[in-house]
């Protein structure tokens, strides 16, 4: 998890993260009921882009080219490339596709209206030694544009991880479950640009996966400049 150059570390409180009884991490709320479904063919996509947005139907499909691409297996290149790692590509021509990329998604999400429906997950492939460092008032960002789910059992069983950030009031994301390459993910898209701070820790077991995790708590603050 990267931590921006800002970071500050609040004091811990005494007590010790509270653990939830068992099951609790399969309870889900209403909120996946604020997406929309998902829409298979192209053009049904690209109409909705345009509702969404307003752009027109050229802007509209490069918007869902790019969006196919992040929710489909090239989310680490799109991201990589937002954080202009370009040492991380093969030519400097495949860098400027997935950056082109990075640019079109910020674009769309600007411009999208923004999800108010609800507590957002997001897993991440750590496990509780990065939970541990973690203080309290920290700044954290997410390196890039993020993927979070209104479904908690989507975002705990992310990649194995056992760390899981939650958000009750996201801001600056969009739903894009409509549009995913995986729809029913209750994907919510949030800017490269978001900030948070850590306002709470929590032990959590889940009965069904039959382990502990290790959530993080955040409210959005202002968003960076980059």
Same mark, same amino acid.
């Given at each position: 998890m990267a931590k921006s150059s800002g970071s500050t570390r609040g004091k811990m409180p005494s007590s010790n993260p509270q653990m939830k009884g068992a099951g609790n991490i399969t309870k889900q709320t209403d909120h996946d009921k604020n997406h929309v479904w998902g829409i298979d063919k192209v053009d049904e996509r690209q109409v909705y882009i345009m509702q969404m947005t307003g752009v027109d139907e050229s802007t509209a499909a490069r918007y869902? /080219?790019?969006?196919? %691409?992040?929710?489909? =297996?090239?989310? $680490?290149?799109?991201? *990589? %490339?937002?954080? @202009?790692? *370009? @040492?991380?590509?093969?030519? /400097?021509? @495949?860098?400027? $596709?997935?950056?082109?990329?990075?640019?079109?998604? /910020?674009?769309?999400?600007?411009?999208?209206? $923004?999800?108010?429906?609800? &507590?957002?997950?997001?897993?991440?492939?750590?496990?509780?030694?990065?939970?541990? $460092? &973690?203080?309290?008032? /920290?700044? &954290?960002?997410? *390196?890039?544009? %993020?993927?979070?789910?209104? #479904?908690? #059992?989507? %975002?705990?069983?992310?990649?194995?991880? @056992? =760390? =899981?950030?939650r958000c009750s009031k996201p801001q600056n994301g969009t739903s894009v479950n409509a549009i995913s390459k995986h729809a029913g993910e209750m994907e919510v898209l949030t800017s490269g640009r978001c900030r948070y701070k850590v306002v709470n820790k929590e032990i959590v077991y889940s009965q069904f996966q039959r382990k502990n995790f290790y959530f993080i708590d955040v409210e959005p603050i202002a968003n960076a400049k980059k």
């Open positions: 869902d /080219e790019a969006i196919q %691409a992040f929710t489909g =297996v090239k989310y $680490k290149k799109i991201r *990589r %490339a937002y954080r @202009e790692m *370009r @040492e991380r590509f093969k030519s /400097e021509e @495949e860098y400027l $596709k997935y950056k082109k990329y990075s640019d079109l998604i /910020e674009d769309f999400i600007s411009k999208s209206p $923004k999800w108010h429906g609800g &507590v957002t997950f997001r897993g991440v492939n750590s496990d509780k030694s990065t939970w541990d $460092k &973690v203080g309290y008032g /920290e700044v &954290v960002n997410m *390196r890039g544009m %993020a993927s979070w789910s209104t #479904n908690i #059992n989507f %975002a705990s069983g992310f990649n194995n991880g @056992e =760390v =899981v950030y």
